[in-house]
């Protein structure tokens, strides 16, 4: 349901996955190294050294600027903006303001109310990325804190959103897509910790806009922006005002914490960056070519797999799933293409989730295996759900995994076959066990006869065909319960 009073603008900062930093040729591949093993004069603006900008990054830059649907600006500018931080070891950084590269443009997500909506975005501008500050403690209580700059000068573009959303899920979904756009596009890569870091403003009508700063999970934002409609409701709620300020989010604790009053653009003295030329980019868009972008692949999943909208929209909702689902599905296994869209997109999901795994673990033509025994009618889906558990804690555990029909075999999960006596059997032995079931299922309630074939599911360790094993004991039933 859409909250009418809430209004939410993002503010996303990415990291490009460029090899060198924006400004310099140090790499950027720095998160297994020590701190400060990444740096040189020009990254850390020391007097004297001059910044050479990167064109890779500004490649990456317009290509995501043209799949979100901006306008790339004929020419842009770096400027200066100034503050200090300990971890802006020359007191300015070097970013786009008044003259940014890109303007306009729109990311399209499910509302709220399960209408299609397009979020506009403002702009999207080209800026380093500041050192990283490590606390000795934690950020409220740590005696003191380290400094890195191996992130220092690492290439950012921060995709600022107007305030179009209207509760913190629909942030959520406008950032899960804008990740899945950018990863479609090969210049980010989600997976890198810091790559990506969400400035969220929340309002709710008529009253001061609260800036939460710095958000690095996706979940995060969606936590932080609940925490602060429930906290700006009850100060409104009390008579008291909700103050313009900027906050902190304690992941930990789940809430926002004022961290200072919100400064405005003229704090930041803002002057053009007289070390680079303005950025004349025009005659490079018509070379920026874009790949099958995520509402593209979800259109030709509907179409060429006969995926259902919602299994399609789950399947291209990451680059890996989607290329995880054609894997499965290819060469002689077109046929596995219904089985498999709902077994990936709903039961792999989140049995991955469970264990904190990512889809990269799963071999496709396993898995691809494990679907055929499952359409051949070998197992049910109850051992098949079984079967996929113990690939998965196998390869947890990092043992080597075996094929679906070896843990079959060994587990003994075979279908129970209807005509050899077993199933009618278990049957026979679960309602002598259950007389209050009977009794139930005489005086009317048809809920006992789930119960029961539940009862029999439990021991036969879900082997038995669901069908075969309802006619069994409504036929049981009415013999009487013998």
Known sequence: MIDADVIVGLEVHCQLDT???????????????????????????????????????????????????????????????????????????????????????????EGDDGKERKIQLTRIHVEEDPGRLVHMGNAERGRYSLVDYNRAGIPLIEIVSEPDMRSPKEARKFLNKLRATLEYLGVFDSEKEGSLRVDANISLRGNERVEVKNITSY?????????????????????????????????????????????????????????????????????????????????????????????????????????????????????????????????????LNYRNMGIDCVDPHRFGSLLAILRAGTITDKSGVEVLRVMLDEQLKGETVETPEAIVARLNLAKTAGDDGALAAAVKEVISENPKAIEDYKAGKNGAINFLVGQVMKKTRGRADPGELNRLVVAALKDGGQ
Not at 71 to 97: G, H, M, W
Not at 232 to 259: D, F, M, W
Not at 277 to 290: E, G, N, T, Y
Not at 328 to 348: E, K, M, P, Q, Y
């Open 19 to 109: 090899k060198s930093k924006l400004f310099c040729g140090c790499s950027t591949d720095y998160r297994d190294d020590g701190p400060n093993t990444h740096v040189c004069p020009i990254c850390l603006g020391l007097p004297g050294t001059m910044p050479a900008l990167n064109k890779r990054a500004i490649e990456y830059a317009m290509k995501v600027a043209k799949a979100l649907n901006c306008t790339i600006v004929p020419e842009s500018e770096f400027s200066r903006k100034n503050y200090f931080y300990p971890d802006l070891d020359k007191a300015y950084q070097i970013t786009q303001y008044d003259k940014p590269l890109a303007q306009g443009g729109y990311v399209e997500i």
């Open 219 to 351: 979940k995060g934002v969606e936590k932080a922006l609940t925490f602060e409609v429930t906290r700006q409701k009850n100060l409104i709620r009390r008579g008291l005002p909700v103050e313009r300020e900027t906050r902190h989010y304690l992941e930990a604790r789940g809430i926002t914490q004022s961290a200072r009053s919100k400064e405005t653009e003229n704090d930041y003295r803002y002057f053009p960056e007289p070390d680079l030329r303005p950025l004349r980019v025009q005659s490079w868009v018509k070379d920026i070519a874009l790949p099958e972008l995520p509402d593209a692949r979800r259109e030709r999943f509907v179409t060429q797999y006969s995926c259902s909208l919602n299994h399609a929209r789950t399947l291209t909702g990451e680059l890996k799933m989607a290329n995880f689902f054609e894997g499965v599905v290819s060469g002689d296994r077109a046929g596995l293409c219904s089985l498999a869209a709902t077994w990936i997109a709903d039961t792999l999901a989140g049995e």
